[in-house]
């Protein structure tokens, strides 16, 4: 079977660590890309903690209210015509507001002061370059706001945070710090501020303002560059794993897979694993991309590389390391603690991020209880 196991007890770890880095802010926990692929449902119960969560789209946002999410949800693209804003408003939903026209949709439409519609998130452009008003602009876009009964929280993004030397990172913190400071003293002293992502909150902890906003670190992989997610004391959320449906010996002078692009230099035992791209599995890897398989009566893990092509349905390994006893059926891990998502990624030339979110919806889903 090919299976995603979701852990709890890591996601709340996690979440716990950003309380640990950043104690006084409010945590705006991200779960867009349907919670960075692990499923909204299967991490929000481990989410309680959190002041709110962010998403994306309005379809993310209204699933989170539908499983029982009664916090804040922030909606960090904020909505794309005014029958969005009415059911932001509807679902009691924190939109940013980045460009005048979504400001004119909230001045004809202001909700009632109990809804948090009323709390909106001014979205300021320090260095980016997508989504923001500018320098210009901000500042009447926030009086306007304010004068029709909103309350704010100023907010940015780092285009650069994963790189603490990036020369783009103090200008970023600067721009903000200045902007937050021209707000609360010409607009209204409420303005509150929110600048950091994971990579943010763990390198600039003195930009944490009033509410940080972690995605990748709360599933266990690592924002920083150059800095594992283990060194930060983090754990993977998810278990990646299949079965092994085939055992073969390959002869010197065989090639395995389409395009027969890898040929046997020596006999080499291999087996081939029920995953593939159909699944989420990256087709393109380098040479050194492998598993983990486990040898069920000893319960050792041995890591075995990636040979030939990643097909959609399946891979062949070469479990030469692995007992001449090894089971059929045995377990392999794609990713999980070993290896580590962010160490796939670096193999087939992309960030754990876009692992996490690609996975396909025919691998099983299923959840350690809490207790384990
Ligand atoms: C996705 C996102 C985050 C979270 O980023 P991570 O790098 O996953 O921590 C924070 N803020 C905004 C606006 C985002 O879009």
Redesign the pocket.
Known sequence: MRTITIKPQALTHNLNQVKKRAPTAKI?A?V?ANA?GHGVKAVLPALQQADGI?V?TLIEALEARDLGWNKMIGL?EGVFNQAEWQQAIDNDLSC?IHHYPQLEWALDNVPAIANQARQVWLKYNTGMNRLGFNEQTILDAAQRLHDAGYRMIL?T?FAN??DVDHPLNTIQKQRFADMLARLRDTVSQDVQGSL??????VNFPDSHYDWV??????YGSS?IKNTSANELNLQPAMDFSAQIMALQTIKVGDAIGYGSHWIAQQETRTALVSIGYGDGYPRILDKNAYVSVIDESSKQSYPCPVRGRVAMDMIVIDISSTPTTLALNSKVILWGSVPHVDEVANHAGTIG?ELLCRLSTRPVRTQTSSLE
């Open positions: 705006l991200m867009k960075y962010g994306a960090i940013v907010t993004h945070a994963d950091c992502n994971s990579a943010g909150l906003r972690p995605g990748i670190m709360l924002p991020y």
